[in-house]
Antibody, heavy 119, light 107 residues
Framework: EVQVLESGGGLVQPGGSLRLSCTAS????????MTWVRQAPGKGLEWVST????????YNADSVKGRFTISRDNSKNTLYLQMNSLRAEDTAVYYC????????????WGQGTLVTVSS | DIQMTQSPSSVSASVGDRITITCRAS??????LAWYQQKPGKAPNLLIY???SLQSGVPSRFSGSGSGTDFTLTISSLQPEDFATYYC?????????FGGGTKVEIK
């Protein structure tokens, strides 16, 4: 059974940092791109970042460029999102999803982890 | 960036009704379009990919069509478990973009 499980969310002050993790099981992690999508409270879905199978290719939304870094460790079947210089508008549930979303569907999603940026 | 516009933003319907949700892209995306269903407090669930391909395990009452800039998601006979919010997503190019969502409510 395919499973992706996010962790690492929490309350952080504006300007602070947080690292999210997503552990995957039930599929060959190393042959799939992986993606982060977020959803602010009461709002729609917003793509954040995608990483290629090797980790050598990354794609980021303009809203997080220069602040967030997506990476992966294929030996640990784990995806990461390093979030720096956090702002109130980054408050959201962050979902990890299997696939690139580009010409490949996001076919399995985790349950999400809540990040709250507030003083 | 490719803008995705869904309509309507909400629809009230009864069990057994046929409903259609439309999604329009600001530029052509070929058939690179996906549809997701999201229930309150839950993660999105893939329904349709490549505009018309049904994801494994998704009931056949869901169908998708379209290409280029205009797409539709149809639920042929609404069931109680289908009351949810539906999102389209263009899968043609980065940045990936989603429609604003269509909330399907019980009449």
């Amino acid at each position: 059974e395919v499973q992706v499980l996010e962790s690492g969310g929490g309350l952080v002050q504006p300007g602070g940092s947080l690292r999210l993790s997503c552990t995957a099981s039930g599929f060959t992690f190393s042959i799939y791109a992986m993606t982060w999508v977020r959803q602010a409270p009461g709002k729609g879905l917003e793509w954040v970042s995608t990483v290629s199978t090797s980790g050598g290719g990354t794609y980021n939304a303009d809203s997080v460029k220069g602040r967030f870094t997506i990476s992966r460790d294929n030996s640990k079947n784990t995806l990461y999102l390093q979030m720096n210089s956090l702002r109130a508008e980054d408050t959201a549930v962050y979902y990890c999803a299997k696939g690139s979303g580009r010409q490949q569907p996001l076919d399995y999603w985790g349950q999400g982890t809540l990040v709250t940026v507030s003083s | 960036d490719i803008q995705m516009t869904q309509s309507p933003s909400s629809v009230s319907a009864s069990v057994g009704d046929r409903i259609t949700i439309t999604c329009r892209a600001s530029q052509a995306v070929s058939s690179w379009l996906a549809w997701y269903q999201q229930k309150p407090g839950k993660a999105p669930n893939l329904l349709i990919y490549a505009a018309s391909s049904l994801q494994s395990g998704v009931p056949s009452r869901f169908s998708g069509s379209g290409s280029g800039t205009d797409f539709t998601l149809t639920i042929s006979s609404l069931q109680p478990e289908d009351f949810a919010t539906y999102y389209c997503q263009q899968a043609d190019s980065f940045p990936l973009t989603f429609g604003g969502g269509t909330k399907v409510e019980i009449k």
